[in-house]
């Protein structure tokens, strides 16, 4: 089997442009490669430790896999499922716990924001890094496309693999992280933030219509200077919009400041919504047809399972033999 790469998504809100460049752009571009095996999977589980409708979580997944499905995952390519349909994970994640130290999670600064942010500080979210350690390493995945943000927690995945190896044998390779250049994307309300799910005022959804998106990059929150900057520190708003601009072009930074040497915020505002809106038309016509055909989905998602299963219980029985379980 070629080397793997795994990527996960939690179902906890509508996906936004952040998702979309931090990592579905990049895990598509690395799906049409043919260098590597590639799974991605509905991170259901993980979501569960934020504030949650029960009545609508079914939904969300669904909704997540859509959005993954036009975004440009190929199922003929890549192995896309549901985490809680695959028990090992949670499995694996228990024995992850018995080798991570307190300290270890405390450090994580996700977990710290999320709580700062109101969010009731339950086990699961404090653990949360723990269970992704054990999304990828169960699949012994060589690379990982991950927002910056991720960065923290795949360090700690990394680590834990380490400590593995060093007490019961060399089982997992230790996963390498693929960035973006867009780094993280910035919310539009609030730029000093990443954009997040959970946050829904700052985001620009991979739904919203032309209009919309043409709406909310026009209200973005800015600056008072009068010419186009790039600034990340202190201009944060309108590099914000620099970097989206530069990533749904193929350009760089520089390039754009460059392009829009003289124009006005609204000016440049204008372009920005313009382009983007029209990079998101195909994603938007072929969610519009999978919506229609959620038996489709559903399908893929089982046929991904099984794809993903086998791989799942080899290594969780690797795992518990090497720690002594009968
Ligand atoms: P939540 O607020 O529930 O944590 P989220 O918006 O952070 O949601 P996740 O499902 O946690 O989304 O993350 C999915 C992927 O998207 C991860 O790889 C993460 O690194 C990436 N990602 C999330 N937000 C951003 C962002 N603002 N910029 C770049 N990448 C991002
Ligand atoms: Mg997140």
């Given at each position: 089997m070629k080397p793997l790469i795994v990527s996960g998504i939690k179902p906890s809100g509508i996906l936004h442009i952040g998702n979309y460049l931090g990592m579905i752009k990049q895990a598509v571009d690395l799906q049409n490669s043919d260098k590597y095996s590639y799974f991605y999977f509905i991170a259901d589980l993980h979501s569960l430790t934020t504030k949650y409708d029960p009545k609508e979580k079914s939904k969300e997944v669904?909704?997540?896999?859509?959005?993954?499905?036009?975004?440009?995952?190929?199922?003929?390519?890549?192995?896309?499922?549901?985490?809680?349909?695959?028990?090992?994970?949670?499995?694996?994640?228990?024995?992850?716990?018995?080798?991570?130290?307190?300290?270890?999670?405390?450090?994580?600064?996700?977990?710290?924001?999320?709580?700062?942010?109101?969010?009731?500080p339950n086990a699961g979210l404090f653990d949360y890094p723990v269970l992704m350690a054990a999304d990828i390493l169960i699949y012994k995945a060589q690379k990982v496309p991950v927002g910056e943000d991720q960065r923290q927690h795949l360090e700690l995945a990394r680590d834990i693999a380490r400590s593995?190896?060093?007490?019961?044998?060399?089982?997992?390779?230790?996963?390498?992280?693929?960035?973006?250049?867009?780094?993280?994307?910035?919310?539009?309300?609030?730029?000093?933030?990443?954009?997040?799910?959970?946050?829904?005022?700052?985001?620009?959804?991979?739904?919203?219509?032309?209009?919309?998106i043409k709406e909310k990059i026009n209200t973005a929150v800015t600056d008072s200077h009068k010419e186009v900057g790039y600034d990340p520190e202190n201009r944060p708003g309108i590099s914000n919009l620099i970097n989206i601009y530069a990533e749904f072009s193929g350009t760089s930074p520089e390039a754009a400041v460059k392009q829009f040497k003289g124009a006005s915020y609204k000016e440049f505002k204008a372009a920005v919504?313009?382009?983007?809106?029209?990079?998101?038309?195909?994603?938007?016509?072929?969610?519009?047809?999978?919506?229609?055909?959620?038996?489709?989905?559903?399908?893929?998602?089982?046929?991904?399972?099984?794809?993903?299963?086998?791989?799942?219980?080899?290594?969780?029985?690797?795992?518990?033999?090497?720690?002594?379980?009968?």
């Open positions: 669904m909704e997540a896999a859509i959005d993954l499905l036009s975004a440009g995952i190929d199922p003929k390519k890549s192995a896309l499922f549901v985490q809680s349909h695959i028990l090992e994970h949670a499995n694996l994640a228990w024995i992850f716990n018995t080798i991570t130290s307190m300290g270890q999670l405390e450090r994580m600064v996700e977990y710290k924001e999320k709580v700062a942010d109101g969010q009731t593995f190896n060093k007490r019961f044998g060399k089982t997992f390779p230790e996963p390498a992280g693929v960035y973006t250049k867009a780094l993280r994307v910035m919310s539009l309300s609030d730029p000093k933030k990443k954009m997040s799910k959970t946050a829904p005022a700052g985001c620009l959804y991979l739904s919203d219509s032309p209009k919309k919504g313009e382009l983007v809106a029209l990079k998101l038309q195909d994603t938007q016509e072929r969610k519009a047809n999978l919506e229609k055909d959620k038996k489709e989905v559903l399908r893929i998602l089982e046929n991904g399972a099984e794809t993903a299963r086998p791989i799942a219980k080899k290594t969780l029985e690797e795992v518990k033999s090497r720690v002594g379980l009968i």
